[in-house]
Every structure is written in C-alpha cells, then in structure tokens.
C-alpha cells in the first residue's frame, strides 16, 4: 500500500527477470535500505522495512533496467 508504515508488496509483472535489486533512497539521495529479491514472473514479494515517516522513492533494477516509484511511509 502507499502510503505505508513499513509493508512494501513488490510484483514481478514479467518486465524483469527473476532476480532484481530493491533500493530505497531518501529525498536527499542517501539509501536507506537495499535488499536483493528473487522473483518469479507473477509472483509478489513482501518487505518489511523500518523507516522513519518521509516520503521516499523505491528503485528496483535488473541490469540497465530500472524502475522508480515514490513511496510514502506514515
């Protein structure tokens, strides 16, 4: 759910292969939390993460691939 208080679902929509990194940055740029992640094609991941209320902005790439999206933690 965004925003959250610490529970990300992660989906493997088939864009990328099975293994990706998660990477959490603050406003600032600094990174707060990485995580690698096997994920099969359809399948859903849940990370639990401690972070202070802020908004955030997750990453997950595989390769050159990237994905970005803001993540709001209450």
Known sequence: ?????GIVYVKNTGLYPADVKMTIINQM???VHNQQLNLSSGQYEVVKIQLVPA????????GNNKYQQK???H
Do not use: A, E, K, Q
């Open 71 to 73: 993540l709001v933690v």
């Open 29 to 31: 740029g600094s990174v």
């Open 1 to 5: 759910p965004n925003p959250t208080r």
């Open 55 to 62: 908004i955030y902005y997750v990453i997950i790439s595989s």
